[in-house]
């Protein structure tokens, strides 16, 4: 592989280190450091990466989308299927996961029918869904958890502030999809679909519920970074080659970049100051900043208004890349498959989440 074309497929990481170090002139380099980092969220994306590996390498994802274009017998009613399994695993297990297990199944669905036009929609689409799929239950999303334990809301409370923006997530979502994707019908060109190893699949669903149970912390993480690869170097060792480290990597400078950004006196003062002034638009402004889960940390400190800060970071995983993070593991799947469309991607990306942001806000502003 050229240096250039190294260049292009790691931009993203390379866009995140810069962005690190820069800040790293600001806050010197300390053994606070380690304190940036979500260890269960490196893990879990490690393991769900392996595992995802794994099946594709069996033939997995390739049969599943078979199926479904059996079923759903056009690209709208597929793709809206596809979207709506991410938004309800999003809810199950959390946004990022849900887009490491969908995205591989949204792609061969489209591969499998020639219909790679609708690439880019349809990840922009899951991603969507994804960052706004957790946002009607504590354990949905990480700041969701953090400010339910922080501000001991209660469970009917939560419910209650979030099911607004939840409803009109899944409305703005459906919308898109009927208004954009024609109803043409599916028709699979790529049938040539190896059989699949059956015992082998059953074992790497195990696993993948495996990494799912840490997610939800019922088995502690290391434990994760033993067993998986422990069983992978038995099963399927290529699979541990195809991780996407340039992912674990990028993740690892955004977690620098937004503890660094949260730590600068300037820009915590200047950020507390205004979310006491309109919690409800600060709170979203900072999520495009620093994402969303480092911003419900940073601004639970300046604000009682838990209402508005929660439906806040919850709605600003929507619109820039960096609002969730989880948004740069489509990125980087869209571009391991179009590398010289990413451009057009992440204009679409703009367009669309932005325009969802702006409807949820406006909505939510007249509410709170």
């Known amino acids: 592989m050229s240096w250039r ?4 497929n790691n931009i993203v990481m390379l866009v995140a280190f810069l962005a690190a170090a820069i800040t790293c002139f600001f806050v010197p380099v300390s053994k606070d450091y380690i304190t940036y980092f979500d260890f269960k969220t490196l893990t879990c994306l490690f393991c769900t990466l392996a595992v995802v590996c794994a ?3 069996i033939f997995f994802f390739q049969t599943v989308a078979k199926k479904i274009v059996c079923v759903f017998k056009s690209t709208r009613t597929a793709i809206l299927a596809l979207i709506y399994i991410t938004f309800i695993g999003s809810m199950l297990i ?7 297990t969908f995205l591989p199944l949204g792609y061969f669905v489209l591969d499998s029918t020639d219909n790679k036009k609708l690439l880019s929609f349809t990840f922009v689409m899951q991603t969507v869904a994804a960052n706004l799929g957790g946002m009607l239950t504590p354990f949905g999303n990480p700041q ?6 922080y501000f001991s809301i209660p469970n009917l409370t939560f419910v209650k502030i979030m099911a607004l923006p939840f409803v009109i997530s899944v409305v703005l979502i459906t919308l898109c999809c009927l208004f954009f994707v ?8 790529k049938s040539d679909i190896a059989p699949m190893n059956k ?16 997610v939800f912390r019922t088995i502690p993480y290391y434990y994760g970074l033993i067993i998986i690869p422990a069983a992978l170097l038995l099963l399927d060792r290529k699979a541990l080659k195809m991780v996407d480290y340039p992912l674990l990597l990028t993740f690892c ?12 006196p300037a820009v915590s003062h200047f950020l507390g100051g205004l979310v006491q002034k309109h919690t409800l638009l600060f709170g979203v402004l900072s999520c495009q900043v620093i994402s969303n889960v480092p911003s419900a940390i940073l601004l639970s400190k300046f604000t009682e208004n838990y209402a508005s800060l929660l439906v806040a970071v919850n709605i600003g995983g929507a619109g820039t890349l960096i609002a969730s993070l989880a948004s740069l593991i489509t990125l980087k799947e869209y571009t391991r498959h179009e590398p010289k469309r990413v451009g057009s991607y992440i204009w679409l990306y703009s367009v669309c989440n932005f325009s969802i942001l702006l409807i949820l806000f406006v909505v939510m502003a007249f509410v709170l």
């Open 199 to 214: 015992k082998r699949m059953v074992i790497y669903l195990i696993l993948f519920a495996f990494s799912i149970a840490i």
């Open 94 to 100: 959390a946004n990022d996961m849900a887009l490491l």
């Open 253 to 264: 400078a955004f977690f620098i970049f937004s503890g660094n950004l949260a730590n600068i």
């Open 144 to 149: 969701n958890l953090y400010l339910y334990s």
């Open 5 to 8: 074309r190294w260049i292009r």
């Open 55 to 57: 099946l594709k390498n």
């Open 182 to 189: 024609k109803k043409e019908p599916l028709v699979l060109h």
